[in-house]
T-cell receptor, first 111, second 116 residues
Framework: QKEVEQDPGPLSVPEGAIVSLNCTYS??????FMWYRQYSRKGPELLMY????GNKEDGRFTAQVDKSSKYISLFIRDSQPSDSATYLCAMTYQAGTALIFGKGTTLSVSS | GAVVSQHPSWVICKSGTSVKIECRSLDFQATTMFWYRQFPKQSLMLMATSNEGSKATYEQGVEKDKFLINHASLTLSTLTVTSAHPEDSSFYICSANPGTGQETQYFGPGTRLLVL
């Protein structure tokens, strides 16, 4: 079993839809959880960062962490064509250590 | 926000030559930088962890003599692909951790390497 599992998609939705992206993980020691957005041929851009369990909201984006289920989610409300990208979940157990990434989910939002 | 740059963004070289990629943190100091490789439609795979002033720590399966990493200052790390071969063609991305208790990493824009 891989440490971090993420459905690669692709996921296609119409503009304005609510998008749900998810990752599961196996290492209960992970404490820090991140979502990155990566456009084609570009480096990942940090979207959301969450420590331990709970929810965090930033504009149209909401990140959720359920450590008891080892499950994290990213919700995108009112999705826009500009949200079309690959979304990578990442996590680590200690500050300053390397991130473990999911495979990434490719999202396409059509206008 | 924190900005990380990479140079060059795109390089084509002949098989057998060496290529140097620079990673710079522009507005913060990074005691730790990371080098990743990403193949098409794949996730980022960690190659090595680079600490300022000390030897890099390589992941299992990554040849340290082929991928030379130098973290000479708190804002610069370099990756040199020595005697590059076509199978080394990939997208190389660095990231930097600002430290001071922050767990997030900021990524450079990546360097696309094509070895002919």
């Amino acid at each position: 079993q891989k440490e971090v599992e993420q459905d690669p998609g692709p996921l296609s939705v119409p503009e304005g839809a609510i998008v749900s992206l998810n990752c599961t993980y196996s290492n209960s020691a992970f404490q820090y959880f991140m979502w990155y957005r990566q456009y084609s041929r570009k480096g990942p851009e940090l979207l959301m960062y969450t420590y331990s369990s709970g929810n965090k909201e930033d504009g149209r984006f909401t990140a959720q962490v359920d450590k008891s289920s080892k499950y994290i989610s990213l919700f995108i409300r009112d999705s826009q064509p500009s949200d079309s990208a690959t979304y990578l979940c990442a996590m680590t157990y200690q500050a300053g250590t390397a991130l473990i990434f999911g495979k990434g989910t490719t999202l396409s939002v059509s206008s | 926000g924190a900005v990380v740059s990479q140079h060059p963004s795109w390089v084509i070289c002949k098989s057998g030559t060496s290529v140097k990629i620079e990673c710079r943190s522009l507005d913060f100091q990074a005691t730790t930088m990371f080098w990743y490789r990403q193949f098409p439609k794949q996730s980022l795979m960690l190659m090595a962890t680079s600490n300022e002033g000390s030897k890099a720590t390589y992941e299992q399966g990554v040849e340290k003599d082929k991928f030379l990493i130098n973290h000479a200052s708190l804002t610069l790390s370099t990756l040199t692909v020595t005697s590059a071969h076509p199978e080394d063609s990939s997208f190389y991305i660095c990231s930097a951790n600002p430290g001071t208790g922050q767990e997030t990493q900021y990524f450079g824009p990546g360097t696309r390497l094509l070895v002919l």
